[in-house]
């Protein structure tokens, strides 16, 4: 933008900001509930609401609990819901994450049968299935225990094609397997869900945002940390490619996680590449407002429409987020 400042001498940009109708017909960007994914924790039982304590609103749901808070968050207005599961049992080959009535498959097919319109999204991962809590298998190196990667991409495939099965609209791997995308790609196919999009987390950095989700999912490692799979927050560039090896092997909307703390890769994501992306507020990002609201430190409503129309600005667009109900309540009331 070259303005030379002489050009314009009766220059007042407060004019536009004088009344709300003015400001809302300049306002650049948008945010609206039809952008939103509502994240859930399944779990099995009956009647089960377990509150997450890190999380102030959010539980772990049976799928019946779950299918209530499914059809408010549709009828809000949000037009999808991105499933996690806690398993009844882990091992230490994810049997829980492919199982054909694992509890994530029988979540999909409830929410299928009773809410036809809504967008069902899978979280495609195995920490949460692992006994030992890492997104990938696990054997013995001379260091110490790594994560293998190619033999972990079977049981991603694997998973993948139970969720699509069970009536999933879109495969969501969260794993940062190097090709797990193509894989998964792949076993769809050949299962004949050619039709089924696949969303990457693609470039999915080691944070400490995930702090909560952790509790959430019951998904911490027992040894070690993610960071021999997710990214460095130091990098951006391996970040983007990260994401065009993912636009390789076959994503369909590419996505940044956490949100508030990468909205510079976001927007090099989003001007380099010009697919459909996704963002994800984390547990983390959550939860700091939560708490600080609940301090009296912060406004929540505000500071929460904040940082979303801040994530929307950057690039996104489709934000996966906690706060999708309470955002979409806001947004009808006029906020
Ligand atoms: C699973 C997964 C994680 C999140 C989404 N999928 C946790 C992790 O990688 O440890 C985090 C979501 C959040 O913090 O809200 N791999």
Not at 205 to 223: I, K, L, N, V, W
Not at 257 to 263: G, R
Not at 301 to 329: K, N, P, Q
Request: charged share 25%; hydrophobic share 45%.
């Amino acid at each position: 933008m070259n303005v030379a400042p002489a050009a314009f001498p009766r220059s007042r940009p407060r004019r536009l900001r004088s009344l709300p109708a003015l400001r809302r017909l300049v306002a650049e960007t948008r945010l609206s509930a039809s952008q939103l994914i509502l994240p859930l924790f399944a779990r099995p039982g009956r009647r089960e609401r377990r509150p997450i304590g890190s999380m102030p609103g959010v539980f772990q749901l049976s799928v019946d609990e779950l299918l209530k808070e499914a059809e408010t968050a549709f009828k809000a207005g949000v037009p999808g819901v991105i499933l996690f599961g806690i398993p009844a049992s882990k091992d230490s080959r994810a049997t829980g994450a492919y199982a054909r009535n694992g509890i994530v498959q029988q979540a999909v097919r409830a929410l299928r049968r009773e809410l036809p319109d809504l967008l069902i999204v899978t979280d495609v991962c195995l920490c949460e299935y692992m006994s030992h809590g890492h997104c990938g298998l696990v054997e013995k190196g001379p260091r110490g225990p790594v994560i293998r990667n190619d033999p972990t991409l079977a049981l991603l495939a694997r998973t993948a094609v139970s969720h699509a099965e069970a009536g999933a609209d879109l495969i969501a791997p969260s794993d940062m397997m190097d090709g797990r995308v193509g894989a998964i790609r792949e076993a769809l196919d050949k299962s004949g869900f050619t039709d089924t999009p696949i969303m990457s987390y693609a470039a999915k950095f080691a944070s400490a945002f995930y702090g909560p989700f952790r509790e959430a999912a019951e998904s911490a490692p027992h040894f070690g940390d993610r960071r021999s799979y997710q990214m460095d927050a130091a990098n951006g560039d391996e970040a983007l490619r990260e994401v065009a090896l993912d636009i390789q092997e076959g994503a369909d909307i590419v996505m940044v996680k956490p949100a508030l703390a990468y909205l510079d890769i976001l927007h090099r994501v989003k001007s380099e590449f010009r697919l459909p992306t996704a963002a994800y507020a984390v547990s983390g990002e959550f939860s700091m407002i939560k708490a600080a609201a609940a301090r009296g430190w912060i406004d929540e409503r505000g500071a929460t429409l904040e940082a979303l129309l801040s994530i929307r600005r950057a690039g996104a667009d489709i934000i996966l987020t906690y706060s999708a109900v309470d955002v979409a309540g806001w947004l009808k009331a006029g906020a």
